[in-house]
């Protein structure tokens, strides 16, 4: 049985090219940073978990909330061939019990905020935000795309933004946890206007402060799709 089974609907992703040495220090052990186009990337992501169960057992008022994380792209090669996946810096969530099962199982680094989000359908376009609350300031996600659906092509940064199927965790300097996380290839909308009222100091400490002054790469709204999380394995 799966660990977790939910929806992941209308991921904002922004994405910024950065240093690669800056993430050195959280990539995982038995990982290294994944490329594209000889780019590192970290991204920004909003999205929706909807219809969330544990174990196939719904949580009362757990199951349905915002998520922000801070991610990065690593890979790991395993019986001759690769496997791709996302290590994050910082996940946040609205819901307390959120944050105790996920540091505590799977040793992630969430943070419990206040949060809320907002889709709007206009006639030609769609409207979603993502807000959280953080030293007394909201900080934003919002994006204006089109209606139409469109296939996110092959080889493109956004196929590899959105390709990544494991999930790995530095626990220490010599475990890492592995788990995968199945979902089918996603279509996305195309981005029309954006506006990013982040303060990366507060939401992610100094390390991160430096990212006020980027400029994304790229930002994609994909669609989404049911999800699953499971064979979660310890690598030393």
């Known amino acids: 049985m799966s660990f977790l089974t939910a929806k992941w609907?209308?991921?904002a992703l922004i994405n910024y090219?950065?240093?690669a040495k800056i993430?050195?220090?959280?990539?995982?052990?038995?990982?290294?940073?994944?490329?594209?186009?000889?780019?590192?990337?970290?991204?920004?992501v909003g999205f929706m978990f909807e219809d969330v169960?544990?174990?196939?057992l719904k949580i009362p008022l757990h199951t349905n909330f915002e998520e922000v994380n801070l991610r990065f792209y690593v890979k790991r090669f395993e019986e001759g061939k690769w496997k791709r996946g996302v290590v994050f810096i910082k996940e946040i969530v609205p819901k307390l019990a959120l944050k105790i099962v996920a540091n505590t199982v799977f040793k992630e680094n969430y943070e419990t905020l206040p949060m809320k989000h907002k889709m709007i359908e206009n006639e030609n376009t769609f409207n979603f935000t993502y807000e959280w609350k953080k030293e007394?300031?909201?900080?934003?996600?919002?994006?204006?795309?089109?209606?139409?659906?469109?296939?996110?092509?092959?080889n493109s940064e956004a196929q590899f933004i959105t390709e990544h199927y494991f999930g790995y965790t530095k626990v220490n300097h010599t475990k890492t946890f592995e788990y995968e996380?199945?979902?089918?290839?996603w279509k996305q909308y195309n981005v029309l206007n954006s506006k990013i009222d982040v303060d990366f100091k507060a939401t992610y400490g100094d390390e991160f402060a430096f990212m006020k002054d980027l400029i994304p790469t790229s930002i994609i709204?994909?669609?989404?799709?049911?999800?699953?999380?499971e064979n979660k394995?310890?690598?030393k």
């Open 9 to 11: 609907t209308n991921l």
């Open 17 to 19: 090219k950065i240093d």
């Open 23 to 44: 993430l050195e220090k959280y990539v995982p052990n038995g990982t290294e940073l994944d490329f594209w186009d000889n780019k590192c990337y970290i991204s920004l």
């Open 53 to 56: 169960k544990l174990l196939g």
């Open 136 to 154: 007394q300031k909201w900080h934003s996600i919002a994006l204006e795309t089109e209606k139409k659906l469109i296939k996110i092509e092959e």
């Open 181 to 185: 996380v199945k979902h089918p290839i």
């Open 221 to 229: 709204l994909a669609k989404g799709s049911k999800v699953s999380v």
């Open 233 to 235: 394995i310890k690598i």
